[in-house]
């Protein structure tokens, strides 16, 4: 597992590098744009909120599981879901001060993706790993 971010990001990290089952390495806000390019290009997959990062693996050709908030899946989600999957929080309201965010931002500044359940983005992850890899083997038979 590798974790990506800007140096803002270094706190957040932390706490997910917290919870990985394996040895992971943090990158957090010691790559260049073109160093992250070229990381994101030769992943298996990447994991992410919709977020410049996502949407730069998913130009490279690199399966993505985005999470998104509702109101920027129109606009911001990957259009196929064959490399790329979509996990989903339908918040629509401040979960600070239960304020509508249809009609326009509260001053909180609260997670409106943090409801999307971990499981649902992880079962998401396998299954393009898998899909991956019975095309890859799928590929070398048919080379034989």
């Known amino acids: 597992m590798l974790v990506v971010g800007g140096r803002e990001d270094s706190i957040l990290a932390t706490r997910l590098l917290a919870h990985a089952r ?3 390495w943090d990158l957090t806000g010691r790559l260049s744009l073109p160093g992250l390019v070229g990381l994101l ?3 298996d997959l990447m994991i ?3 977020s410049g990062p996502r949407h730069l693996a998913a130009a490279v050709g690199t399966p993505t599981v985005g999470i998104f908030w ?3 899946v129109v606009n911001a989600a990957p259009l196929v879901r064959a490399r790329h999957r979509v996990a989903t929080s339908f918040q ?3 979960p600070d001060c239960g304020a509508s965010q249809t009609r326009g931002r509260c ?3 609260p997670s409106f993706v943090a409801e999307v359940p971990v499981d649902e983005v992880l079962d998401e992850a396998r299954n393009l790993l898998a899909r991956d890899w019975e095309e890859a083997s799928e590929s070398s038979v048919r080379r034989s």
Request: aromatic residues 0%; charged residues 15%; negative net charge.
């Open 92 to 94: 629509t309201t401040c």
């Open 41 to 43: 290009s030769e992943v």
């Open 107 to 109: 001053p909180h500044d």
């Open 22 to 24: 394996s040895q992971p």
């Open 48 to 50: 992410g909120n919709d």
């Open 70 to 72: 509702c109101g920027n």
